[in-house]
């Protein structure tokens, strides 16, 4: 797991997850997710705007298929090279203005190895000039003078056929630590979950104390079903299709970060 401190001007922010865009296969709204952050872009002057890559943003290699491909085949290694960095370069074509405003980005499933160690991924966190936190990230957003966020990322794995599912794995992963704001992405789903817990404070006389914390599913921009579909001649479903999962909305989500009362709001866009 890595870790990350962050200080940022103490101005009202938006908090802007980004993952699970896929760009590069079939099913990908990339025309959609464009426009979701062209909107987000312009907010700023008016909030200071923080990015959090969740992962997947290209569609490199599925686990799956990971192994397949001969490593010493140059001309396989030439050609999957050539479509990953065509695909990220329209990647950071859009990103481009957001530079350094990103906290980190994470590992997702869909990235490619190159032979010198790194990966799709971790070449995306560099160009966009923040850490790159592996699968989890740990850390804290500080605003100058004022209140200090913790924020707790994972990608996520595991299978999740309906929203409430995904919720569940989400209060899994709360459970396991105290941060302000986590965030999961991997489901391809968009929710929120707010948990209130309690403490006391004071030594001559107790004081409850009452803390707001929140778990956020960060979306995806993947269609699961595509018409006339053709594979090897024939019709055939995409993965959600043939596992009969349901159609689910695309779509990403807002966190709104108000630095003097520490408070948090969240909203989702489908």
Request: proline share 4%; net charge negative.
């Amino acid at each position: 797991m890595e870790t990350f401190s962050r200080e940022v001007e103490n101005v009202p922010t938006l908090l802007v997850p980004v993952g699970d865009i896929q760009y590069g296969t079939e099913g990908c709204r990339w025309e959609e997710f464009k426009e979701w952050f062209a909107e987000v872009l312009k907010m700023e002057p008016e909030y200071q705007l923080l990015f959090c890559g969740m992962g997947d943003f290209i569609d490199a290699l599925r686990p799956t298929e990971r192994g397949l491909y001969p490593r010493d085949s140059e001309h396989i290694k030439t050609s999957l090279e050539e479509k990953v960095e065509n695909d990220t370069e329209d990647l950071m074509e859009l990103f481009g203005p957001t530079k350094g405003k990103w906290l980190f980005t994470l590992r997702g499933h869909h990235y490619y190895d190159y032979h010198d160690g790194t990966t799709s991924d971790s070449r995306i966190a560099d160009r966009l000039v923040c850490p790159f936190g592996g699968d989890t990230i740990y850390g804290t957003l500080n605003f100058k003078g004022a209140n200090q966020y913790t924020i707790f990322a994972r990608h996520g794995q595991g299978a999740a056929s309906s929203t409430a599912s995904a919720i569940t794995r989400l209060r899994n992963q709360m459970s396991g630590n105290t941060a302000d704001l986590n965030l999961r992405g991997h489901h391809h789903r968009t929710g929120v979950e707010k948990i209130t817990t309690m403490s006391l404070n004071g030594r001559q006389k107790a004081k409850l104390i009452e803390h707001d914390r929140h778990g956020v599913l960060t979306g995806g921009w993947l269609r699961g079903y595509i018409e006339g579909r053709i594979e090897d001649g024939l019709p055939t479903g995409g993965y959600a299709e043939r596992a009969g999962l349901n159609p689910i909305p695309v779509g990403g989500v807002k966190v709104w970060m108000n630095p003097q009362s520490k408070g948090l709001s969240v909203e989702v866009t489908v």
